[in-house]
């Protein structure tokens, strides 16, 4: 029992040592002082759907309305279980 604290101590620890950079050793690249800085670029875009609340949901394929939890692309997974639904949501 008394393992299980210790081993998470030497695991939260352990990448310590590799993360820094050595003495002398630059993290960043060496540029001049004439070089104008980059403008930042988006990394991920911005999507349109990022509510993650199940909302009712028509299947694509026919039959009763569901509630269903949004994974994108007009996928979700219903929330009494069972195979995610194709459909198209009531609200948006």
Same mark, same amino acid.
């Given at each position: 029992?008394?393992?299980?604290?210790?081993?998470?101590?030497?695991?939260?620890?352990?990448?310590?040592?590799?993360?820094?950079?050595?003495?002398?050793?630059?993290?960043?690249?060496?540029?001049?002082?004439?070089?104008?800085?980059?403008?930042?670029?988006?990394?991920?875009?911005?999507?349109?759907?990022?509510?993650?609340?199940?909302?009712?949901?028509? @299947?694509? &394929? /026919?039959? #009763? +309305? %569901? *509630? !269903? $939890? =949004?994974?994108?692309?007009?996928?979700?997974? @219903?929330? &009494? /279980?069972? #195979? +995610? %639904? *194709? !459909? $198209? =949501?009531?609200?948006?």
């Amino acid at each position: 029992m008394r393992t299980l604290p210790i081993l998470i101590l030497i695991c939260s620890t352990a990448g310590c040592a590799s993360l820094g950079s050595g003495p002398g050793l630059s993290a960043y690249p060496a540029s001049s002082a004439d070089e104008a800085p980059s403008a930042p670029t988006a990394i991920t875009p911005a999507t349109q759907d990022q509510d993650m609340s199940p909302r009712f949901i028509l @299947p694509a &394929t /026919g039959g #009763a +309305p %569901v *509630i !269903g $939890i =949004p994974l994108g692309g007009n996928i979700f997974l @219903p929330v &009494t /279980g069972g #195979a +995610p %639904v *194709i !459909g $198209i =949501p009531t609200s948006p």
